[in-house]
């Protein structure tokens, strides 16, 4: 299998789509704006204690306040406010993390109103982000996620994963690890430093001991409170570090200042690798070029086709999401029950792509077609469990019940992941009226004249449907080369798969959004 990645960096957001053997199996999407992702620091006042939960919340700039409950406040919360103090006691010294004192452990059977106070600083990191109207969820126990390396500070062990299985191997980097690692540091080891030399684990370790070093000192330099003191690596630089993996043939970027951050991380982390980041400098979008848009349109919506006519169904409640699995229209000639094992089976396949693809968390529940052999329903539980061995989130599968329902608990630390596919007419805004679409060229040329000769623009990109472009571009004498000699050479069209039948975007030389829409094409 080999595996590939796309990075689509747009002026208001940036997209990243995996694809394994050409066929997407994760999307992710974020705003170039967004803030509170998993993984950052913050340091900020306690707002209000709920002893009742045991729990407080927490002010981190959020519209809703954040939620810190007393067993996540971590066994060395007293060390850290202890050690908080004593940075912020001197403005210009930095506190050294080494010579401070480590506390007795937090009771686990304590309470939040005998540990905390309205109004004190705690340092927290975010790991679940907001999600509908829940803020986001905290933790007081404070972490550096490295490609083979996770630095603990206050920790005291030296942990290493249990996917690890050599017993030679694990006591070899327990104790490579133990002989790097500073005072009041806990490490816990990746499954990917297996095998990796003392040179590439020691460059990783200070690297994440600078990221806390400069942590603490913006913490101390700064009063202002909620204040981020540790910023996540971008989307795209944290899904890879995650991702990563030698099977990758490429990573494809359209921007310049990410494929440079992307290359850069690559050569640390497998220098080997390094030549493996391109820069995509096609016409066509980047997406529609790899074929992603197609299969985002096709793979995101309630209804999922799946092949032999075969569907499922997915609806999201504020509780889970529930997932129907249709048999549709197969017709293939074989017995009732081999009929209905096929068609799980194949949607017990889509279905393990599709959460991976869409992000789905907390509680799915699948009600797959009634089988009546024993041995079936545990091949369809044998076959989901396997499916599900690629998924990176934590997950819990139960076999099918009396009622030919499969419950799956996944973790879920973001929203889940949803493209509407569903548009509202983009040309006539609902309204269900159109102008006639053989002026729609005509209409395109006005706009073109407007940002030449009152604009000012003389090179830009205009994106239309394929169907458009293709007609644009028809002829010997096509309208394009009309256009370039009436208005200049400047005039570029792009195929844009994303866009409807008599949609239309127009891009300056930077790839830069220009609104083009007046007010009496949307009246």
């Known amino acids: 299998m080999t595996s590939e990645v796309i990075i689509d960096a747009q002026s208001k957001e940036i997209s990243i789509a995996l694809l394994e053997d050409k066929r997407l199996v994760e999307y992710q999407r974020e705003p170039r704006e967004a803030s509170f992702s998993v993984g950052n620091i913050y340091v900020a006042k306690v707002k209000k204690l709920m002893p009742g939960l045991n729990a407080c919340f927490v002010d981190v700039g959020y519209e809703r306040d954040a939620f810190l409950h007393y067993l996540d406040l971590g066994s060395q919360f007293n060390s850290y406010a202890k050690y908080l103090k004593q940075v912020q006691s001197d403005r210009k010294r930095l506190y050294p993390i080494q010579k ?8 686990k059977d304590g309470t939040v109103q005998n540990t905390l106070q309205v109004g004190q600083e705690v340092m927290v990191q975010i790991v679940k982000e907001p999600i509908s109207t829940k803020g986001p969820r905290l933790t007081g126990e404070i972490s550096f996620a490295g490609r083979f390396l ?26 490579l690890i133990q002989s790097i690692t500073p005072k009041n540091f806990g490490v816990i080891v990746r499954t990917v430093a297996e095998g990796k030399r003392v040179a590439e684990l020691d460059a990783e370790m200070k690297v994440l001991l600078s990221r806390w070093n400069e942590a603490i000192t913006k913490l101390q330099k700064t009063q202002e409170r909620p204040q981020l003191v540790f910023e996540e690596t971008g989307r795209a630089v944290a899904m890879l570090r995650d991702l990563f993996n030698p099977t990758y043939e490429n990573i494809y970027v359209n921007d310049d200042e990410i494929c440079t951050a992307v290359r850069h991380y690559v050569s640390l982390i497998a220098p080997e690798k390094a030549g493996i980041v391109k820069k995509y400098t096609g016409k066509v979008p980047i ?30 409640t504020e509780a889970m ?23 799980n089976l194949g949607a017990a396949d889509e279905l393990a792509r599709q959460l991976r693809l869409r992000d789905m968390g907390g509680i799915i529940v699948v009600d797959f077609i009634d089988m009546n052999l024993a041995e079936d ?39 889940v992941m949803d493209v509407d596919v569903d548009e509202t007419c983009p040309t006539c805004f609902g309204s269900g009226k159109i102008r006639s679409s053989i002026l729609f060229t005509d209409q395109l040329e006005r706009k073109i004249d407007r940002l ?57 030389a930077n790839q830069q959004f220009i609104d083009m829409k007046e007010q009496n094409d949307k009246s």
């Open 100 to 107: 401070a004192t480590r506390l007795p452990d937090l009771q």
């Open 452 to 508: 030449v000769n009152k604009v000012g623009v003389k090179k830009f990109y205009l994106h239309v449907h394929p169907y458009v472009a293709a007609y644009i571009n028809k002829g010997f004498i096509s309208l394009k080369r009309k256009w370039q000699l009436k208005y200049g050479l400047g005039v570029n069209i792009v195929p844009s798969q994303k866009l409807a039948f008599l949609q239309y975007e127009f891009y300056d």
């Open 150 to 175: 996770v630095l603990i500070p206050f920790g005291h062990k030296v942990s290493v994963s249990s996917k690890i299985k050599s017993g030679e191997e694990r006591a070899r980097l327990k104790q």
């Open 377 to 415: 329903r545990q091949m369809l539980y044998e076959r989901m469990c396997k499916n599900m061995q690629k998924d990176r989130a934590r997950h819990n599968i139960l076999p099918l019940s009396k009622f030919g329902l499969m419950q799956i608990t996944r973790q879920r630390v973001r929203p």
């Open 287 to 316: 997406f529609d070029n790899f074929d992603v848009t197609k299969q985002i349109k096709s793979s995101f919506g309630k209804t999922i086709n799946y092949g032999h006519g075969c569907y499922l169904i997915i609806e999201h």
């Open 321 to 343: 999401h529930v997932v129907d699995v249709n048999s549709g229209n197969r017709t293939k000639e074989k017995a009732q029950e081999q009929n209905a094992l096929d068609t």
